[in-house]
């Protein structure tokens, strides 16, 4: 699998996750946004939420491609003012890492 | 004379050679490290690119501003800004002369870039274009960093296995791929044994116990002690103040200073990963000193505080937050002494309009937050203060809702963001045994940024410290460069 084909399964699970939260088609989601600044900046999603996204996308992945990521805590912190696109895109990193798509 | 013309050969061949060699490579940015995925394809993040060029040239946040504490958008106008060591003062010597190289070198990667129609497009790992609607100007470096220009990835972040892209040529966010069909998705990879071990990820965040400057923290107000610089709501947060008035008709001079200092610990990590403590101690110092002939009998103010935030995240079913902070406060005014705090308990469970602002119509988006909210106070020494003995010692708790809307972008209610705060609070003080505290705002930001808005508030209620009954209504226009 590509890195290409992952990064386009991880960003059909985070999208996917946060669309009917904030009542949107996941196509329609704007990936430029950030998670922890509200709009029209971000998506303005509470910490709860947001771990709540890290642990269900966490899983899904882990089902879905069959690799074991643990996305910690340091990272997620990281992640909370960066855009879905750079929370993509690092996740695909974290997979690459974990041996999967190779 | 063989071996002096053998050497003069050998000396013209190795100027001519050095000569001849193409320039340095400068700064050739992997894909892996500047692409991010966007819902048109791939393109360069900008500030993964500053940041990399940064790093390439062996600037670091320290050269950038003595503290340490940079956003970045601070490193994209390090980049971009021709005085923004002059403009800053906070740069550390001879950095001036790296970022003009790091923007030569920028600028030679921007050049070396194909457009979509060049010949040599396909060879390279990136394509730039220029966004519908603007126009390109002599100034590439401009261009990309202000999003005229838009650089495309052609290379697959991940390696150089080639990319698969649709039909055309985008990477496709369709609904199908939100919940990707477990037939067509590749098998799941054999991992070898060794990466079945969890991979974890390593943040930058945490984990470093030893002392920061970064991490002391100067604010106006103890809330705002929990916004680190890099955070978006750094900008809007008030300023520490100190000041000097003169007022040469009432001959009177006014002496204040406000604010608090504290130290953001490293945010501790615990349980599963997403529970976490953030803990900042603080001291604050609030002065206002009149001196006047004769001396003034009131109006001064010279108290110290110091405290605790403590906040906290854990799952529990669901996520659950608890902010709590305790403070004593001592008055060298008045001689009074209090420890006081409160204490906020947010449920944060993963459902609409509770998780998240939640889009009505493309019209608005609508968010409330509901809370549990529990105050003291206890008087250890009233010392002259007769207000303080007014209110006496105390046990509030009750519940709260917030409750905010936000204009949808691109709607008639784009410039329109408003905010709701109520609390009602059963007191087992002196006197009212319950109370309720309402405070409303509508902002409307008629320029589309916000520079300058106008904003209409309405707070009914008691007032939480005084509880004096309050009704206010406040009309103003901010603007702020």
């Not at chain 2, 490579?25 to 993964?48: L, N």
């Not at chain 2, 497009?121 to 590439?140: A, N, R, W, Y």
């Not at chain 2, 008639?412 to 319950?434: I, P, W």
Request: aromatic content about 10%; proline content about 6%.
């Amino acid at each position: 699998m590509t890195p290409e084909e992952i990064e386009n399964i991880v960003l059909g699970i985070v999208t996917g996750w946060l669309a009917p939260l904030v009542h949107q088609q996941p196509d329609q989601i704007d990936v430029t946004k950030t998670f922890g600044q509200a709009p029209p900046g971000g998506l303005g999603l509470t910490n709860g939420a947001y771990e709540q996204m890290c642990d269900d996308c966490t899983t899904q992945i882990n089902t879905q491609l069959g690799c074991h990521i643990i996305m910690s805590g340091p990272w997620r912190t990281a992640h909370y003012n960066q855009s879905i696109a750079i929370f993509v895109s690092d996740t695909v990193d974290l997979i690459t890492a974990a041996g999967a798509g190779t | 004379m063989n071996r002096i013309g053998t050497a003069a050969r050998l000396l013209g061949c190795a100027a001519f050679c050095l000569a001849a060699q193409p320039a340095a490579a400068g700064f050739q940015p992997s894909p892996k490290d500047v692409c991010v995925v966007s819902t048109g394809g791939q393109r360069v993040d900008i500030d993964r690119l500053a940041a990399k060029l940064l790093d390439a040239n062996q600037i670091t946040s320290w050269q950038l501003d003595t503290t340490g504490s940079i956003s970045t958008q601070t490193q994209i106008n390090a980049v971009h800004l021709h005085d923004f060591c002059k403009n800053t003062g906070h740069c550390d010597s001879g950095v001036v002369k790296k970022l003009i190289v790091a923007r030569v070198e920028l600028e030679q990667f921007l050049k070396s870039i194909p457009g979509k129609d060049d010949e040599n497009s396909e060879k390279h790992d990136f394509e730039i274009s220029v966004k519908p609607g603007e126009s390109q100007s002599l100034d590439l470096v401009s261009d990309f960093l202000e999003g005229r220009t838009v650089i495309t990835c052609t290379a697959p972040i991940g390696g150089s296995v080639p990319p698969t892209r649709d039909a055309g040529g985008n990477l496709t966010q369709t609904p199908a791929a939100s919940a990707p069909n477990p037939d067509t998705a590749a098998a799941p990879p054999q991992a070898e044994p060794q990466s079945q071990s969890p991979v974890s990820a390593v943040g930058t965040a945490g984990g470093d116990w030893l002392p920061s400057l970064a991490q002391f923290v100067v604010r106006a107000k103890v809330d705002d002690l929990a916004y680190g610089t890099d955070s978006p709501n750094y900008k809007g947060l008030s300023s520490a103040t100190l000041g000097f008035d003169a007022n040469a008709v009432s001959h009177a001079d006014t002496y204040t200073a406000s604010g608090v200092v504290g130290y953001q610990v490293n945010r501790i990590y615990y349980g599963d990963p997403g529970d976490w403590t953030d803990i900042v101690p603080y001291v604050g110092y609030n002065l206002k000193k009149v001196e006047t002939n004769p001396h003034p009998k009131s109006g001064n103010i010279d108290t110290m505080t110091a405290g605790l935030l403590f906040d906290t995240l854990f799952r529990a079913g669901f996520y659950q937050e608890i902010k709590a902070y305790p403070q004593f406060m001592k008055s060298y005014q008045d001689g009074s002494e209090t420890l006081s705090g409160t204490l906020t308990y947010i449920p944060e469970p993963a459902i609409p309009i509770l998780a998240a602002p939640y889009d009505i119509g493309d019209l608005v988006y609508v968010m409330a937050q509901p809370s549990f909210n529990l105050g003291y106070q206890q008087i250890m020494t009233a010392g002259e203060n007769k207000a303080l003995l007014g209110v006496g010692d105390y046990t509030r708790y009750g519940p709260g809702l917030d409750f905010y809307v936000y204009g949808f972008p691109g709607s008639v209610l784009e410039k329109f963001s408003a905010a709701a705060s109520y609390r009602y609070f059963f007191n087992d003080g002196l006197s009212l045994h319950q109370f309720g505290n309402l405070q409303s705002s509508i902002s409307y930001t008629p320029f589309g940024q916000q520079n300058v808005s106008i904003t209409f508030k309405y707070v009914v209620g008691r007032d939480l410290a005084a509880l004096v009954s309050e009704k206010e209504y406040t009309l103003g226009i901010g603007i702020k460069f």
